[in-house]
T-cell receptor, first 112, second 113 residues
Framework: DAGVIQSPRHEVTEMGQEVTLRCKPI?????LFWYRQTMMRGLELLIY????????DSGMPEDRFSAKMPNASFSTLKIQPSEPRDSAVYFC??????????FGPGTRLTVT | GENVEQHPSTLSVQEGDSAVIKCTYS??????FPWYKQELGKRPQLIID?????GEKKDQRIAVTLNKTAKHFSLHITETQPEDSAVYFC????????????FGTGTRLQVTL
């Protein structure tokens, strides 16, 4: 298996633009997680899905953030409009039966 | 919700020495405690985990201990090597769909020659 796949790996955008991050979980995994990592706040869980259904989005910072999982092999995290404080590394992770999360390589987002 | 505290934030040891990282958690219902290693610019990777029905688990030079009464767990690395240098994160979670992993703030381990 190729592991969790994320795209793009790097994204540089201007403030106010829409940003879409993509994730393909490991085949067969039924949980998908979106995390954000910054020096100041560490590793934060934004939202997670079980069988494509959002279970807990309490970590989503603002209405500017939204996430979808239209099927078992694809998820998106969208930021609209983006702001400089959204600059971070965004990780997607997946797991089977909740535990042992496997992380993707991350997307480094820079908003100027 | 769950709160996980991790200490120390940085740790420097000489090659061959042991390193110990400690974490405490707040939710007594938590029953799964993984440890992740993150090298610079890379993704976090699971190195070892322990569940609440086990007090200690070992995998070669790495061991984790759990004290449910005191609500703390620790990572022990023996015979440290330069490639052990990384940031280590502890985490805690309960079971079932209502739970999620809460991560500690990380420990930057530096193994010097």
């Amino acid at each position: 298996d190729a592991g969790v796949i994320q795209s793009p790996r790097h994204e540089v955008t201007e403030m106010g633009q829409e940003v879409t991050l993509r994730c393909k979980p490991i085949s067969g995994h039924d949980y998908l997680f979106w995390y954000r990592q910054t020096m100041m706040r560490g590793l934060e869980l934004l939202i997670y899905f079980n069988n494509n259904v959002p279970i807990d989005d309490s970590g989503m910072p603002e209405d500017r953030f939204s996430a979808k999982m239209p099927n078992a092999s694809f998820s998106t995290l969208k930021i609209q409009p983006s702001e400089p404080r959204d600059s971070a590394v965004y990780f997607c992770a997946s797991s089977f039966a909740w535990t042992e999360q496997y992380f993707g390589p991350g997307t480094r987002l820079t908003v100027t | 919700g769950e709160n996980v505290e991790q200490h120390p934030s940085t740790l420097s040891v000489q090659e061959g020495d042991s390193a110990v990282i400690k974490c405490t958690y707040s939710d007594s219902a938590s029953n799964y405690f993984p440890w992740y290693k993150q090298e610079l610019g890379k993704r976090p990777q699971l190195i070892i985990d322990i569940r609440s029905n086990v007090g200690e688990k070992k995998d070669q030079r790495i061991a984790v201990t759990l004290n449910k009464t005191a609500k703390h767990f620790s990572l022990h690395i023996t015979e440290t090597q330069p490639e052990d240098s990384a940031v280590y994160f502890c985490a805690a979670s309960g079971s079932g769909t209502a739970s999620k992993l809460t991560f500690g703030t990380g420990t930057r381990l530096q193994v010097t020659l």
